[in-house]
């Protein structure tokens, strides 16, 4: 089995990669970068530097740390075509766009972006480095396209700090999470095709972010806090009646008063609907849904906003009784067992997260700057995409039916490293088996 995965490899990973490799402008590079991402998918149980060159190329740590930390090549190449390969596998409008972001812990405080911050793969705040992430997914299958590093404000505003952790000047300004994810969301949108877009209440609480996603003309699934505030989808607004005496009134006024999503919600008959059959049987909660409109509109006091966008409010309520509550604008004609199916897609980001660190180490690099992060961080979702397009495509007698399942069948023999005569680097795949 070793020796047909070794074959396997060779046959199947450089054709995979050749539109990537072209992008590489010196042979160095067009040498390392397939041979990291060969590591990355190996069995190795640690993959930083040197383990990882240990099992492509041993005794050459130096040459290719130096290609992670200090190479000037740049990402946006790779991570577009590793869009369109992802929206030749998903793309279309059954497909969704996730929204979120992922947490790397680490000890110290040198790591770029590292500071004391909530991490939700924890459950608190812990010291760690925040990546927001944007990935593509359909029928519960993800292929992450984006991982973008958050800087805490303690590093914007200190600028020798940023300067020794090589923050290029037009990344080292201080930006939110959403604005980050819009960002992203921009440079991906014209290489993917998708219907609806779904983030967590770290994001859809932010009326901002809800409202760039509507002026983009996308539909969206986002979580919300119980506490939001919403008026009935009736509900006029009018202007205010002119007084007899003292300063006219500056805001119109509503034909009704504000409620929160909780209180519209408790009103609302709660059904149980099953959202999709698991592996133990089918998932399923209670759910109630409303059409209102959002109070984000027209700020007229603090705290206080005339109506916005007409939305769907989804409240659920799980074992044990814990309630969630989300928000969306899909049309008013839409089931409330489609409104559970689509925000529900959201999970699969969360198996994207852990396949990044468990199956290609996201998280067991050790180095310190920017470009070191940017570059680990790109090649491993390569080497995800390239697990995840064997596993859709289940070519040459490939079959995993998972990603742990399909890097075990490939990584049961490596290529053996092959040195090239003039540049003295090692192939990554030699010509023949």
Same mark, same amino acid.
């Given at each position: 089995?070793?020796?047909?995965?070794?074959?396997?490899?060779?046959?199947?990973?450089?054709?995979?990669?050749?539109?990537?490799?072209?992008?590489?402008?010196?042979?160095?590079?067009?040498?390392?970068?397939?041979?990291?991402?060969?590591?990355?998918?190996?069995?190795?149980?640690?993959?930083?530097?040197?383990?990882?060159?240990?099992?492509?190329?041993?005794?050459?740590?130096?040459?290719?740390?130096?290609?992670?930390?200090?190479?000037?090549?740049?990402?946006?190449?790779?991570?577009?075509?590793?869009?369109?390969?992802?929206?030749?596998?998903?793309?279309?409008?059954?497909?969704?766009?996730?929204?979120?972001?992922?947490?790397?812990?680490?000890?110290?405080?040198?790591?770029?972006?590292?500071?004391?911050?909530?991490?939700?793969?924890?459950?608190?705040?812990?010291?760690?480095?925040?990546?927001?992430?944007?990935?593509?997914?359909?029928?519960?299958?993800?292929?992450?396209?984006?991982?973008?590093?958050?800087?805490?404000?303690?590093?914007?505003?200190?600028?020798?700090?940023?300067?020794?952790?090589?923050?290029?000047?037009?990344?080292?300004?201080?930006?939110?999470?959403?604005?980050?994810?819009?960002?992203?969301?921009?440079?991906?949108?014209?290489?993917?095709?998708?219907?609806?877009?779904?983030?967590?209440?770290?994001?859809?609480?932010?009326?901002?972010?809800?409202?760039?996603?509507?002026?983009?003309?996308?539909?969206?699934?986002?979580?919300?806090?119980?506490?939001?505030?919403?008026?009935?989808?009736?509900?006029?607004?009018?202007?205010? @009646?002119?007084?007899?005496?003292?300063?006219?009134?500056?805001?119109?006024?509503?034909?009704?008063?504000?409620?929160?999503?909780?209180?519209?919600?408790?009103?609302?008959?709660?059904?149980?609907?099953?959202?999709?059959?698991?592996?133990?049987?089918?998932?399923?909660?209670?759910?109630?849904?409303?059409?209102?409109?959002?109070?984000?509109?027209?700020?007229?006091?603090?705290?206080?906003?005339?109506?916005?966008?007409?939305?769907?409010?989804?409240?659920?309520?799980?074992?044990?009784?814990?309630?969630?509550?989300?928000?969306?604008?899909?049309?008013?004609?839409?089931?409330?067992?489609?409104?559970?199916?689509?925000?529900?897609?959201?999970?699969?980001?969360?198996?994207?997260?852990?396949?990044?660190?468990?199956?290609?180490?996201?998280?067991?690099?050790?180095?310190?700057?920017?470009?070191?992060?940017?570059?680990?961080?790109?090649?491993?979702?390569?080497?995800?995409?390239?697990?995840?397009?064997?596993?859709?495509?289940? @070519?040459?007698?490939?079959?995993?039916?998972?990603?742990?399942?399909?890097?075990?069948?490939?990584?049961?023999?490596?290529?053996?490293?092959?040195?090239?005569?003039?540049?003295?680097?090692?192939?990554?795949?030699?010509?023949?088996?």
């Amino acid at each position: 089995m070793g020796h047909q995965a070794s074959l396997r490899w060779r046959r199947l990973f450089p054709t995979w990669f050749a539109p990537f490799l072209s992008t590489f402008h010196h042979q160095a590079q067009r040498c390392w970068a397939p041979l990291y991402i060969q590591g990355l998918c190996s069995t190795a149980h640690r993959k930083s530097i040197v383990p990882l060159a240990e099992r492509v190329a041993p005794g050459r740590a130096d040459p290719l740390q130096h290609f992670i930390t200090d190479s000037p090549w740049t990402i946006d190449p790779l991570l577009r075509l590793l869009a369109q390969q992802a929206n030749t596998l998903l793309g279309g409008k059954q497909a969704v766009l996730i929204i979120d972001d992922t947490c790397l812990t680490k000890f110290g405080r040198h790591s770029v972006g590292v500071a004391r911050q909530y991490s939700g793969q924890v459950g608190k705040v812990t010291n760690c480095q925040c990546l927001v992430s944007l990935t593509l997914a359909k029928d519960e299958l993800p292929i992450p396209l984006a991982l973008r590093l958050f800087l805490p404000s303690e590093w914007t505003e200190d600028p020798a700090r940023m300067q020794r952790a090589g923050v290029p000047p037009a990344y080292a300004v201080s930006q939110t999470k959403w604005a980050l994810a819009l960002e992203e969301l921009d440079r991906i949108r014209k290489d993917v095709d998708f219907g609806v877009v779904l983030a967590d209440a770290g994001y859809g609480n932010n009326a901002e972010f809800r409202k760039a996603l509507s002026r983009r003309g996308l539909l969206w699934s986002v979580g919300i806090v119980k506490t939001q505030k919403v008026y009935q989808e009736d509900v006029r607004v009018t202007p205010a @009646p002119q007084l007899a005496r003292g300063r006219p009134p500056k805001y119109p006024v509503t034909s009704e008063e504000r409620q929160t999503v909780e209180q519209v919600l408790s009103d609302v008959p709660w059904q149980k609907i099953v959202w999709r059959q698991g592996s133990k049987g089918p998932l399923h909660g209670r759910f109630a849904a409303a059409f209102v409109r959002i109070a984000d509109g027209m700020r007229t006091a603090p705290g206080a906003h005339l109506p916005g966008e007409e939305v769907w409010i989804l409240g659920e309520e799980r074992a044990g009784g814990e309630k969630k509550y989300y928000a969306c604008n899909l049309p008013p004609s839409t089931t409330l067992t489609t409104l559970v199916e689509i925000m529900k897609r959201r999970w699969a980001c969360e198996h994207a997260h852990r396949e990044l660190k468990q199956e290609v180490g996201l998280s067991h690099f050790e180095g310190r700057s920017w470009r070191g992060l940017c570059h680990h961080a790109a090649l491993c979702l390569l080497a995800l995409g390239f697990l995840q397009w064997l596993r859709l495509t289940q @070519p040459d007698e490939v079959f995993g039916a998972t990603v742990p399942a399909i890097r075990e069948e490939l990584a049961g023999a490596l290529p053996r490293p092959v040195v090239c005569p003039r540049c003295r680097v090692v192939a990554a795949h030699p010509a023949g088996p």
